[in-house]
């Protein structure tokens, strides 16, 4: 079954990420979803020619972002709390073209302690992987996020996505 997963983040105050926010101008506006048959998370976009580096070509940073993303979204998907990215892994296997539409899919690896491995991979249009990532995110306390992001962000709506 596939699933759109809601991004219950677009109603914290102050909140503009780059990768998700559907009201961020600048940003991505990537939309998620969940492949619960294969537990894994997806986006599928097709990059603008304002984000290559070279002429065609997704500027690597972007790449990074896209990864980042998924990941985040696949970790918060299953264990429902705020990570914190630990280690981004990136090997640009292929050109990522701006030409043609890409998908970018998450799966858990395993969940250490605190710390959730996900692999990434950005597809290109003919499902052929051109770059490959490994992003390890850290379930913070909650006393570490409201240090970070303030504690008068989160109404208790929002309290239930954070670990003691």
């Avoid at 600048?26 to 290559?52: N, Q, V």
């Avoid at 890409?102 to 395993?110: L, Q, W």
Wanted: with cysteine; charged share 30%; hydrophobic share 40%.
């Amino acid at each position: 079954m596939i699933r759109e997963i809601e991004n219950v983040f677009a109603k914290l105050q102050g909140y503009r990420c780059f990768g998700c926010d559907p009201t961020n101008d600048l940003g991505l506006k990537i939309r998620l979803f969940a492949d619960d048959e294969k537990e894994e998370i997806f986006t599928m976009i097709k990059p603008e020619d304002r984000l290559s580096g070279f002429p065609g070509i997704l500027h690597g940073g972007i790449q990074c972002v896209l990864i980042d993303e998924v990941a985040f979204w696949t970790m918060f998907d299953r264990i429902k709390k705020i990570g914190v990215t630990v280690r981004v892994e990136m090997e640009f296997l292929n050109t990522v073209r701006t030409s043609s539409p890409i998908e970018v899919r998450g799966k858990i690896d395993k969940i250490e302690g605190r710390d959730v491995f996900i692999n990434v991979d950005i597809l290109n249009d003919r499902n052929g992987i051109c770059t490959r990532g490994r992003v390890v995110y850290h379930i913070a306390k909650k006393e570490t996020v409201f240090k970070i992001l303030g504690k008068e962000r989160f109404t208790s709506g929002f309290l239930r996505y954070l670990e003691d």
